[in-house]
Nanobody, 119 residues
Framework: QVQLVESGGGLVQAGGSLRLSCQAS????????MGWYRQAPGKQRELVAT???????NYADSVKGRFTISRDNAKNTVYLQMNSLKPEDTAVFYC?????????????WGKGTLVTVSS
C-alpha cells in the first residue's frame, strides 16, 4: 500500500519560513520523480516544484528563488524548504510521487498539509 505523508505545514507570518516533509512508503522511492503541488482556496491545483530521480529540479516561476526542493533517498523523504513566504502562498500543499514511465508513470498523492501565511 502506497502512502505519502506530509508534515510541516502551519501558520507563519509573511517573510517567514517553513519546511515541508513528505515520507513515502510502498514505492521504490529512488525510481520516482517527487513533487510538491498546492491548491489555494477556489483555485486549481498547481505545480510548485519537482525533483527527478537524478536530482534535477523544476520550479514554478512564482516560487523560484524562494523555495527549494530536495530528496533523501535513504529516508524515502522529499522536502520543500520555503523562505520569504507571502500571503499568496497560502494553500494546501500536496506531495506527489510519479513512477517511471516504463512502469506506467503512476501518480500517487498525499492528503496534503495546510500552509497559511498571514500578512
Amino acid at each position: 500500500q502506497v502512502q505519502l505523508v506530509e508534515s510541516g505545514g502551519g501558520l507563519v507570518q509573511a517573510g517567514g519560513s517553513l519546511r515541508l516533509s513528505c515520507q513515502a512508503s510502498g514505492i521504490i522511492f529512488a525510481l520516482n520523480t517527487m513533487g510538491w503541488y498546492r491548491q489555494a482556496p477556489g483555485k486549481q491545483r498547481e505545480l510548485v516544484a519537482t525533483i527527478a530521480t537524478g536530482g534535477s529540479t523544476n520550479y514554478a516561476d512564482s516560487v523560484k528563488g524562494r523555495f527549494t526542493i530536495s530528496r533523501d533517498n535513504a529516508k524515502n523523504t522529499v522536502y520543500l524548504q520555503m523562505n520569504s513566504l507571502k500571503p499568496e502562498d497560502t494553500a494546501v500543499f500536496y506531495c506527489n510521487a510519479r513512477g517511471p514511465t516504463g512502469l506506467g508513470g503512476i501518480d500517487y498523492w498525499g492528503k496534503g498539509t495546510l500552509v497559511t501565511v498571514s500578512s
